[in-house]
Structure formats: C-alpha cells, structure tokens
C-alpha cells in the first residue's frame, strides 16, 4: 500500500495487474468491451499509473507497457493513414489489444467461479489411508490352533496354583505335622518340608510354623551358606516334652 | 435397479483403493472387457447420483470419492482445513484450469504480470504440476492441474468445469484465436 495521501477514487491494491486496471476502467464507464475505443482509455489509464508511483519498479513496467500501447492506439486513431499497424505483436493493434483484454476478463470469471466454488468449501474427499495391512502370507490356522492350546494349558496352570489355598494350612496344622514328620526321622530339610511348587501361602505357613517349632525349641535350624537348603533336625533331649 | 456384477466388482477395488485406479488396471484386476468396465464406471456414475459419494476421474484414473454437498460434514469429522487462495493464485489457476497445458510465459501474457508467486503456491498446495516440457525454444515446463485440484473444487472431471461466460454474454472461446 503507498504511503501517505492518495487520490480519493484510485485504489492501487485492488488491481491484479494492468490488464486488470484497464478492465475496471472499461466496467467503471459500463462500455462494452467488444466496441469500445481502447484509444479512448488512454489518458484515464495514465491518470491510475501516475497515482502507483509507491509500486515497485517492475511491477510499474507492467502498467507503463500497457499504458505506452494504449497511446500508441490512440495515435493510430487520430493519424490512421501515416501509421500502418505493426504485424509483429498482436497487442500493438486495437484488436490484439482487445483480445488480450477480452481474455483476462474471461481467466476472471472463471477466476472468480473457482473462488466462489471454493469459498463454498464444496469439495470432494477421497478414502486416506484405507490400504489394508494385511497379514504376512503363509499363515497357518493349525499353529494358531496349537498355540491357542498352549495359551490355554498355562491358564490351566495358574488356575491349579491358585487353587490350592493358604487358608487349608493353618499354622498350628502345619506345625503339628512338622512336629510329627521330625518325630520319625531326626532331619529334614525345609525344601522336602515345602514340596514340589509350594504356594506362597504354603511356603509362608511352613517357615512360621518352623519358627514356632524353633521358639519352643522342638528343632534345631542350620544353614552352611547364603541361600543354601535349611536343616531342620530334631533338637535332642527335648524329645520327653513332645506330646504323644 | 440393481448393479451389474462387473459394476459391484469395480465399486468394491475402488472402494479400498488409496489413489485413483486407472480402466486398465481395472480391466485387468476384474478380468473382465474394457468396454464393459467402462460400461459399469458409467452405471456407478449414474448409480452414485443422490448418494453421498461420487465416481472422479481424471483422464482414465478414477477414484470413489465423497459428494461436494457432504463436504462440511466430511471436514468436519476429518478436521479438514478450508482451503484459502488469493485472487491473484485463483486467476492463475483458471488460466492453467482451462487452457492445460500450460506454459509460464502463457500465463504472464493473459494476466499480464510476473506469476511466479502464485504459480510456485498452486504447485506447493499440488493444485497443479509440471506435465513435462514442450519442444519449443527454452524448452518451458507445461503445466496442468492435478487430481487434488479436482478433488478441492468438487469437479467429476475437468470437463465438468463450468463454461464461464464473459462478461458481455458472450461464449469468449471464439473470441480468442489460440
């Protein structure tokens, strides 16, 4: 936008070029398009470039070039005989010039069909991303069978563990049957006392019933090493308390 | 009515298709006669008229995509960002719409500035893109407009564009010798 005053009725930024400018100068005065004097337009067209001087230099070229042939149609309309047309460039008769003017206002219309199609915001849209991932080729519904029954035999399992309860070994129970096992044989050792897959339950009535049995000293407890099996042996001399 | 065998064997490939089929792909997937694919892609067409979708296509490559009318409800739901263009980006898009292909120069001359901007954003928003050169001095890059530019505007087809008229009512295609 050009800096400072301007002429009231010249709006510089609403033109998309010079072919735009000469549009408007021809829709301003409502003349057809199709039997107008271009000639006629010139001195308007030069009053709008004058007033652009805040445009960049190039962009002024382009409104000066149109500009220069508008002149040079009106020169010919006033010296018809001392000026024969140029056959080199269409733009430097009135027609070529009215070509080029009658085609920008038709790339407009279809302009302005696209911008109201598109403001409308009525488009199309198409599937995104809808390629299937299909599973790698080979697969084989025998060893998902077999692998669904191994999943299902480790459910079994875990079922089988839980389902042997902590609550069915009390403390005193244990203790009692501990009591009786080292009555027969003088040692044992606290994995054969726990067995094969204990439950945690299991595993926690057997050590606190060994450690009643150790607090009222019915047993003796012994470990060589770190994490090594624990000795439970028959505490001797104490055998005449054991109740029968 | 119902569809035709071939009619529902083309719907379903282009159904799960990404990107547009073209007839002889379809032709070969199907396995069955170019004429009758193209015959079932004219009763899909017509098939599709009232429903929320629509048969594009572009030359020979067509595409299932959603009806225009639907669109606000599609943008929604996919949280679509409107598509924006300035009135300079939009003549030149007109200008390669219907006079593909297309060069620069050709462009510059009927809007009568520089379009390097505007040609350099439809070509990042994949509005348009370069066909090739033409065996004319300098070898320029032609230029036409995309599957995405058919897509944002609603159009079937490019012939589906609507003939503007000038502005004096008169058809300017005959106006303008090319």
Same mark, same amino acid.
């Given at each position: 936008?050009?800096?400072?005053? &301007?002429?009231?009725?010249?709006?510089?930024?609403?033109?998309?070029?010079?072919?735009?400018?000469?549009?408007?100068?021809?829709?301003?005065?409502?003349?057809?398009?199709?039997?107008?004097?271009?000639?006629?337009?010139?001195?308007?067209?030069?009053?709008?470039? &004058?007033?652009?001087?805040?445009?960049?230099?190039?962009?002024?070229?382009?409104?000066? @070039?149109? /500009?220069?042939?508008?002149?040079?149609?009106? /020169?010919?309309?006033?010296?018809?005989?001392?000026?024969?047309?140029?056959?080199?460039?269409?733009?430097?008769?009135?027609?070529?010039?009215?070509?080029?003017?009658?085609?920008?206002?038709?790339?407009?219309?279809?302009?302005?069909?696209?911008?109201?199609?598109?403001? +409308?915001?009525?488009?199309?849209?198409? &599937?995104?991303?809808?390629?299937?991932?299909?599973?790698?080729?080979?697969?084989?519904?025998?060893?998902?069978?077999?692998?669904?029954?191994?999943?299902?035999?480790?459910?079994?399992?875990?079922?089988?563990?839980?389902?042997?309860?902590?609550? &069915? @070994?009390?403390?005193?129970?244990?203790?009692?049957?501990?009591? /009786?096992?080292?009555?027969?044989?003088?040692?044992?050792?606290?994995?054969?006392?726990?067995?094969?897959?204990?439950?945690?339950? @299991? +595993?926690?009535?057997?050590?606190? +019933?060994?450690?009643?049995? @150790?607090?009222?000293?019915?047993?003796?407890?012994?470990?060589?090493?770190?994490?090594?099996?624990?000795?439970?042996?028959?505490?001797?001399?104490?055998?005449?308390?054991?109740?029968? | 009515?119902?569809?035709?065998?071939?009619?529902?064997?083309?719907?379903?490939?282009?159904?799960?298709?990404?990107? =547009?089929?073209?007839?002889?792909?379809?032709?070969?997937?199907?396995?069955?006669?170019?004429?009758?694919?193209?015959?079932?892609?004219?009763?899909?067409?017509?098939?599709?008229?009232?429903?929320?979708?629509?048969?594009?296509?572009?030359?020979?490559?067509?595409?299932?995509?959603?009806? =225009?009318?639907?669109? $606000?409800?599609?943008?929604?739901?996919?949280?679509?960002?409107?598509?924006?263009?300035?009135?300079?980006?939009?003549?030149?898009?007109?200008?390669?719409?219907?006079?593909? $292909?297309?060069?620069?120069?050709?462009?510059? !001359?009927?809007?009568?500035?520089? #379009?390097?901007?505007?040609?350099?954003?439809?070509?990042?928003?994949?509005?348009?893109?370069?066909?090739?050169?033409?065996?004319? =001095?300098?070898? =320029?890059?032609?230029?036409?407009?995309?599957?995405?530019?058919?897509? #944002?505007?609603?159009?079937?087809?490019?012939?589906?564009? $609507?003939?503007?008229?000038?502005?004096?009512?008169?058809? !300017?295609?005959?106006?303008? !010798?090319?």
């Amino acid at each position: 936008m050009p800096v400072g005053p &301007r002429p009231p009725d010249v709006t510089v930024a609403g033109f998309e070029g010079p072919l735009d400018l000469l549009l408007e100068l021809v829709e301003e005065k409502k003349l057809d398009i199709f039997t107008v004097r271009l000639g006629d337009l010139a001195d308007g067209y030069l009053a709008r470039v &004058r007033a652009m001087v805040a445009l960049p230099a190039d962009e002024v070229s382009a409104f000066l @070039y149109i /500009a220069s042939r508008l002149v040079l149609v009106k /020169a010919r309309g006033l010296l018809p005989s001392l000026t024969p047309p140029s056959e080199d460039d269409e733009i430097d008769t009135e027609e070529g010039l009215r070509l080029r003017l009658i085609e920008y206002a038709t790339t407009k219309g279809r302009a302005e069909m696209l911008g109201d199609r598109m403001r +409308a915001g009525e488009r199309a849209f198409h &599937r995104e991303g809808g390629t299937v991932e299909l599973p790698p080729k080979g697969g084989n519904p025998d060893a998902l069978a077999a692998a669904w029954l191994k999943v299902l035999a480790l459910t079994r399992r875990a079922e089988e563990e839980i389902e042997v309860p902590g609550e &069915r @070994y009390s403390v005193e129970q244990r203790t009692a049957e501990i009591e /009786a096992l080292i009555a027969e044989q003088p040692a044992v050792t606290f994995a054969t006392l726990l067995g094969d897959r204990p439950t945690l339950g @299991y +595993a926690i009535v057997t050590f606190i +019933a060994l450690l009643d049995l @150790y607090r009222r000293l019915v047993i003796d407890i012994t470990q060589d090493e770190l994490f090594g099996d624990i000795r439970v042996e028959r505490k001797v001399g104490r055998m005449e308390e054991l109740p029968q | 009515m119902t569809r035709s065998v071939i009619a529902a064997a083309v719907e379903a490939v282009l159904f799960v298709a990404e990107k =547009p089929v073209s007839r002889s792909e379809l032709t070969k997937t199907i396995g069955a006669g170019g004429k009758a694919v193209a015959d079932a892609l004219a009763e899909l067409e017509e098939w599709y008229q009232g429903t929320g979708l629509r048969l594009q296509h572009e030359g020979d490559d067509w595409q299932i995509v959603t009806a =225009p009318e639907q669109a $606000p409800f599609v943008a929604t739901y996919l949280g679509a960002d409107r598509l924006r263009l300035s009135s300079a980006a939009l003549e030149t898009l007109a200008v390669v719409a219907y006079r593909q $292909p297309v060069t620069r120069a050709e462009v510059e !001359s009927i809007r009568g500035v520089n #379009c390097d901007q505007t040609i350099y954003t439809l070509m990042s928003r994949r509005l348009i893109e370069e066909l090739g050169r033409r065996d004319a =001095p300098g070898s =320029p890059f032609e230029y036409g407009t995309t599957w995405e530019f058919l897509e #944002c505007f609603g159009l079937t087809s490019l012939g589906a564009l $609507p003939t503007v008229l000038s502005p004096e009512g008169v058809r !300017s295609e005959g106006a303008v !010798s090319r």
